[in-house]
Each structure stands twice: as C-alpha cells, then as structure tokens.
C-alpha cells in the first residue's frame, strides 16, 4: 500500500498554514468590494435620471433668467398693444411650466385671467376663478359685468368689485400684481383660496 509522503512539521509548513485563510479573507473582501461598486453605480446612475426633470427646471430658472420673468414669479401673458385703451376686458391664458410629482410638463396652461387697459401703460389684472367657490367668470358686454355661470355671482368689469349684492360671492375678484416691460404685459399670477372674505393665497 502506498501512502503518500506527509509534508515535515516545521517553520514552512507552519507558513502555508497561515497564509490560507490570508488568501482566502482578500478574496472574499475584493469580491465584497466590487460587487458594492456593480450595485452601487447603476444606482446612482437611476437616481440621477429620476431627479432629471427637477434638475432641468432648476438649470433653466437659475440660468436662463432675463427680466421679471422668473424672477420674482411674473410670467409673460400678452402684448399691451393688444388691448385697447378703455376697452373691454380681454380673457388670456397663463402659460408656466408645471410639475406634477417628478414629472415636467413645459409650457401648459396654469390658470387664466382678465386684462384690462386704463391708459397709457396702465393694466389691471383679475383672475378668472370666482371666489366663492372657483367657477371660471364669463365678461358679459351687454351688462359691463363679470358673471359666473355656477351661482350667478356678478362683479364690476372696471374694479372686480361685486356688482350685485345678492351675489353669493364672499368678496370681489382676486386683483394680480402687473408690470409693463417693453411692450409687454407680465403677471404674477396666484391663486386664493375661495369662500373666504379676505385673500389667502393658496399653499
Ligand atoms: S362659484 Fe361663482 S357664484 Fe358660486
């Protein structure tokens, strides 16, 4: 029978010993390192591409800027030769880029308001929505009023103020901030809260 020669207790078999387990901790620990750099990295990567449209609205308010546009939430609605001096009322679009969640969606309509031109340069802005419970208001000509279609509500085409006293509405149109710059109209458009007396801005 034959046996195979067993290695000499000594100082190198004592080394081999050792050095095993040592091998096998590295290994262990590089495949324990590059398996987190695999997972981490494409992890990183889908957060990026998730924040993607937040971090394009931010890029294209910080950086492309120019006027009162952007800055202090004014938004451009129309051209103030558009609008006759004491003319009536003219209904206009609010054009913003909106966010819903993590989604962008450039350009869309945000709300809606009347202009009305006093003069040279001066313009009066009113939101559409009725205050007492968020009806989009109609300009009636015939009557040189506002009037809302879901509770009869009426307001004056001059001041916003309400027309009728039997109006269910709590308090008059919400009047907007509005600046004229170089021939255009900027509004800063808000929204309020309805069914209240006094203007509380929507959170
Ligand atoms: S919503 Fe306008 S009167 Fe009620």
Known sequence: MDHQPQPEPGPVQDFLNVEEPRRDFFTQAAALVTGTVLGVVPLFAGVAVFLDPLRKRTRRKDGESTGPEMEEGFLKVAAIDGLLQGGAPRRYEVIDDRTDAWNLFPKEAVGAVYLVREGEAGVRAFNVKCP???????????????????????????????????????????ELDVKVVDGAIYVKYQEFQPGTSHKVPEA
């Open 132 to 174: 007492h419970a968020g009806c989009s208001v109609d300009y009636k000509p015939e009557a040189a009023c506002y009037q809302c279609p879901c509770h009869d509500s009426s307001f004056s085409a001059k001041d916003g103020t309400v027309a009728n006293p039997n109006s269910p509405s709590p308090r008059g149109l919400d």
